[in-house]
């Protein structure tokens, strides 16, 4: 049962550079996250998807982009990396919105570092 | 705009100690909270879920409580164990459906 499985789970950018992080789930859920993790900040929703198709801003939405062409899989981009966006990203799944209080499912997360 | 503190930032206790994670937000205007746990290098895995009207929930040795109308949670662990060091950390659901974490608490556990 792999649940949710995010790739590549290390890389070292050059400023400027581009890159796509990808993550699927298994589970069919319709709601899928992606967050970055800081040292001394909680999670911070970065860009998130209520269904195959939709995506829309989080709290931190910046230089990313996001595509949700299928339903299982959730891309978070990036344009031109910058060394601010050095972090760790963590995808999410969960088959409702948080306000219902279905779990959500994390995957082990993708250390990413702009050089 | 909701935050989320969790007190203290780290703890070291002894094998076999009880102990209490406290978790607090400033705005009562929440749907539910969860704790979470994560291990290092690794994701987050819900431990424990308290929707607003609930003042508690259990699981094995885990007891959460929830007091809304002052903005505090805690998380009871009974009878540590070294497999429980991690990093715990709350979160609430508020307006929006947004999803709020704290910044966690590390805790060891020495045998």
């Known amino acids: 049962n792999a649940g949710v499985t995010q790739t590549p789970k290390f890389r070292v950018l050059k400023t400027g550079q581009s890159m796509t992080l990808l993550c699927a789930q298994d589970m069919n859920h319709e709601y899928m996250y992606w967050y970055r993790q800081d040292p001394g900040m909680g999670l911070r929703l970065i860009h998130y998807?209520?269904?195959?198709?939709?995506?829309a801003k989080g709290e931190v939405p910046d230089g990313y982009n996001v595509s949700r062409l299928k339903k299982q899989n959730f891309l978070l981009g990036l344009e031109s990396a910058a060394p601010s966006q050095t972090s760790v990203y963590f995808c999410a799944s969960s088959d409702t919105g948080h306000s219902s209080g279905n779990t959500i499912y994390f995957g082990e997360g993708s250390w990413l570092t702009v050089v | 705009k909701q935050e989320v503190t969790q007190i203290p930032a780290a703890l070291s206790v002894p094998e076999g100690e009880n102990l209490v994670l406290n978790c607090s937000f400033t705005d009562s205007a929440i749907y539910n909270l969860q704790w979470f746990r994560q291990d290092p290098g690794k994701g987050l895995t819900s431990l424990l879920l308290i929707q607003s009207s609930q003042r508690e929930q259990t699981s094995g040795r885990l007891n959460a409580s929830l007091d809304k109308s002052s903005g505090r949670s805690t998380l009871y662990i009974a009878a540590s164990q070294p497999g429980d060091s991690a990093t715990y950390l709350c979160a609430v659901t508020g307006g929006g459906n947004k999803l709020t974490f704290g910044t966690g608490t590390q805790l060891k556990v020495e045998l």
């Open positions: 998807s209520v269904g195959e198709g939709t995506t």
